[in-house]
């Protein structure tokens, strides 16, 4: 079944930029909308940002003028652009893609914002 996997994570400083990818492979059904989550210790996890088919993006309030989705859901990648980041924006970045019937989800990759 398809496969997700991230890349990108690491530690950056309060107000840096990082850039994450997530590309899909064993792609079989068209996928129909790609997005962006994040899980912060001890905390439940957080949608940030949506591309779908047609283009549309949307991004979360807490990321919102910081955070740029962007990519090809017809080819299965897309990244996030983070700027100005801030120290809670911490967490595992996970790449999550859905087709008409199912949810597939990456391993993540950590995003550690400190100084």
């Known amino acids: 079944q398809m496969q997700l996997a991230e890349s990108g994570g690491g530690l950056v400083q309060p107000g840096g930029s990082l850039r994450l990818s997530c590309r899909a492979s064993r792609v079989t059904v068209p996928i129909l909308v790609m997005s962006w989550y994040r899980q912060a210790p001890g905390k439940e996890r957080d949608w940030v940002a949506t591309?779908?088919?047609?283009?549309?993006?949307n991004v979360a309030d807490s990321v919102k003028g910081r955070f740029i989705i962007s990519g090809d859901n017809e080819k299965g990648t897309i990244a996030l652009q983070m700027s100005s980041v801030k120290p809670e924006d911490t967490a595992v970045y996970y790449c999550h893609a859905a087709s008409a019937t199912m949810n597939y989800w990456g391993q993540g990759t950590q995003v550690t914002v400190s100084s």
């Open positions: 591309l779908t088919e047609s283009g549309h993006t």
